[in-house]
């Protein structure tokens, strides 16, 4: 028995149970963000990201915002992800560590 003949099962209970709502999770959750930045309650992404670049000049490989937190991935010029991660409501930097 293959591995798909395993998954497919799996795969197609998880899609029953709401295909739209993994489609567009994504994008209420982005909304609920843009939000928060318009009312104030999250500081805009670009000025942690603009800081994360000054502090570890690079490649910025990726931004998540998790539990209230940005966390912001660069790839620096000597080959060294660097994690920063900053608090979403005031962009204090919470800390800094090699990924």
């Given at each position: 028995?293959?591995?798909?003949s395993?998954?497919l099962?799996?795969l197609l209970?998880a899609?029953a149970?709401?295909?739209?709502?993994?489609?567009d999770?994504?994008?209420r959750?982005?909304?609920a963000?843009r939000q928060?930045?318009?009312?104030g309650?999250?500081?805009?992404?670009?000025?942690?990201?603009?800081?994360?670049l000054?502090?570890?000049?690079?490649?910025?490989?990726?931004?998540e915002l998790d539990d209230g937190?940005?966390?912001?991935?660069i790839?620096g010029p000597?080959?060294?992800?660097?994690?920063l991660?900053y608090?979403a409501?005031s962009?204090r930097?919470?800390?800094m560590?090699?990924?």
């Amino acid at each position: 028995m293959n591995t798909l003949s395993l998954l497919l099962p799996l795969l197609l209970s998880a899609s029953a149970q709401d295909p739209m709502r993994v489609l567009d999770g994504g994008a209420r959750q982005q909304d609920a963000v843009r939000q928060a930045v318009k009312q104030g309650r999250y500081v805009p992404l670009e000025t942690v990201v603009r800081d994360a670049l000054r502090r570890y000049p690079g490649q910025l490989l990726e931004v998540e915002l998790d539990d209230g937190e940005y966390e912001i991935e660069i790839l620096g010029p000597n080959g060294v992800v660097m994690e920063l991660d900053y608090d979403a409501t005031s962009g204090r930097l919470l800390k800094m560590e090699e990924d």
